[in-house]
Nanobody, 118 residues
């Protein structure tokens, strides 16, 4: 079994910062891509940022220059540093990890709420 545990969400004023963490544990042979997605009320889930095992990162245009994704492969953990937060960043943030145990599969975290007040 594999579990993803997220932490770091909360309420922050516009212009503030938050750091999200997502730790994978369980029967893991290797981890490939790690990423963050978000879903605002009434909207579809959208990509925020991804990081490949080779170190390539990708960001949604709306967060470029403000958010930074990083990973600690020794800890099977991915982070999302969010700076200069805006009210439109308010959403539930989910981590997604592609990994091998018996076979390759994508796993989702439980989600963490980020609320940015104006």
């Amino acid at each position: 079994q594999v579990q993803l545990v997220e932490s770091g969400g909360g309420l922050v004023q516009a212009g503030g910062s938050l750091r999200l963490s997502c730790a994978a544990s369980g029967s893991i042979f290797s981890i490939n891509d790690m990423g963050w997605y978000r879903q605002a009320p009434g909207k579809q889930r959208e990509l925020v940022a991804t990081s490949t095992s080779g170190g390539t990162t990708n960001y949604a245009d709306s967060v470029k220059g403000r958010f930074t994704i990083s990973r600690d492969n020794a800890k099977n953990t991915v982070y999302l540093q969010m700076n200069s937060l805006k009210p439109e960043d308010t959403a539930v943030y989910y981590c997604n990890v592609g990994l091998y145990n018996i076979r390759y599969r994508n796993y989702w975290g439980q989600g963490t709420q980020v609320t940015v007040s104006s």
